[in-house]
């Protein structure tokens, strides 16, 4: 429990700090903070690279096993890749996403098979093992 809060605390800690101009302006000026553009190169990020796999057993004894390969950097490259494509896919001009009730909903349950198949068709290799 002390761990969760402690985690909790630095969290909101480390929030004030992005987002409050004078902190974030002072911790830039310590170092605590990157400035603009002082991210990893582009070298770095095309080195990256992300494999998922997931296993899974039904309620008979079944299984099923799925893995996801990002090719790129996920911190960065794939995370904004993601990003770009569930925003194209809420455009939805062919009446795709699926019918569910209102709420907050993962991109999953919002976008539903679509964004499957932006990420598949934009360089995500999914591969069932």
């Excluded at 830039?28 to 899974?56: I, K, Q």
């Excluded at 890749?81 to 999953?108: F, N, Q």
Aim: hydrophobic share 40%.
């Amino acid at each position: 429990m002390t761990a969760a809060v402690l985690d909790l605390l630095k969290s909101y800690c480390l929030g004030a700090m992005v987002i409050t101009p004078p902190v974030a302006s002072l911790c830039r000026a310590l170092g605590v903070l990157p400035s603009p553009g002082e991210g990893p190169s582009e070298a770095f990020m095309n080195s990256g690279w992300l494999r998922v796999t997931a296993h899974g057993t039904g309620v008979r004894s079944s299984s099923c096993s799925c893995m996801v390969y990002f090719p790129s950097d996920p911190g960065y490259k794939e995370t904004a890749r993601m990003l770009v494509e569930a925003g194209l896919g809420l455009l939805d001009r062919e009446g795709r996403l699926p019918r569910t009730a209102g709420g907050i909903l993962t991109p999953a349950a919002a976008l539903g098979d679509q964004m499957a198949e932006r990420l598949v068709a934009t360089g995500t290799v999914v591969a069932r093992t």
